[in-house]
Nanobody, 114 residues
Framework: QVQLVESGGGLVQAGGSLRLSCAAS????????MGWYRQGPGKQREMVAT??????KVYADSVKGRFTISRDNAKTVYLQMNNLKPEDTAVYFC?????????WGQGTQVTVSS
């Protein structure tokens, strides 16, 4: 089992920045990739960014050039979000992929006002 705890969400004006953090605990040696997903009001959950243990990164087209995913060890991952737009408003979920499956955090709300 892997437990994930997100932090860093909040309310920000359009054009502003936020940094999300996610701390993993439990069987962290089983984690081969971590990432962020989001679900906006009335929308389906979508991938935002992922990073593998080797450091390979993938971004959704909608956030390329504005968001940066990073990790500083095997159990903490960040999402730096710049130039935020109202359409970025969503609950952001941290994920961890293991051979047992994908684990999810509880989510943190990000609200961008226009």
């Amino acid at each position: 089992q892997v437990q994930l705890v997100e932090s860093g969400g909040g309310l920000v004006q359009a054009g502003g920045s936020l940094r999300l953090s996610c701390a993993a605990s439990g069987n962290i040696l089983d984690i081969n990739a971590m990432g962020w997903y989001r679900q906006g009001p009335g929308k389906q959950r979508e991938m935002v960014a992922t990073i593998t243990r080797a450091g390979s990164k993938v971004y959704a087209d909608s956030v390329k050039g504005r968001f940066t995913i990073s990790r500083d060890n095997a159990k903490t991952v960040y999402l730096q979000m710049n130039n935020l737009k109202p359409e970025d408003t969503a609950v952001y979920f941290c994920t961890a992929n293991t051979y047992r499956g994908r684990f999810w955090g509880q989510g943190t709300q990000v609200t961008v006002s226009s």
